[in-house]
Nanobody
């Protein structure tokens, strides 16, 4: 059974930190790149970060949207079938539902085109507010 389950979203104060988890099953993280997307209320879903597979065309290369560079970090724990998104110095504009998705290739690109992702989790909401 192929599953992607995000967790860790909560209410956090501006300037705070949070770690989101993406637990996958039914496929190997050695074969597919993984991306994080987010959708703020009333706005389109946009790419946040993605991470390629070790040994892929580009190697384990991470990409980040300009809006989160220097604040977010994506990582992978293969033993736990989990991809993480570490978020720091959170801002109110980071408020969104965060989605984890499987890329169709072993590598990913910074354009974050949704057509290149074939399976999505249900999302986990993050609210940054005082």
């Amino acid at each position: 059974q192929l599953q992607i389950v995000e967790s860790g979203g909560t209410l956090v104060q501006p300037g705070g930190s949070l770690r989101l988890s993406c637990v996958v099953s039914g496929f190997s993280l050695d074969l597919y790149a993984i991306g994080w997307f987010r959708q703020a209320p009333g706005k389109e879903r946009v790419g946040v970060s993605c991470l390629g597979v070790d040994g892929s065309r580009d190697g384990p290369i991470a990409h980040y949207a300009d809006s989160v560079k220097g604040r977010f970090a994506i990582s992978r724990d293969k033993a736990k079938n989990t991809v993480y998104l570490e978020m720091s110095n959170l801002k109110p504009e980071d408020t969104a539902v965060y989605y984890c998705a499987r890329h169709i290739w072993t590598f990913c690109v910074s354009e974050f085109m949704e057509d290149e992702y074939d399976y999505w989790g249900q999302g986990t909401p993050v609210t940054v507010s005082s």
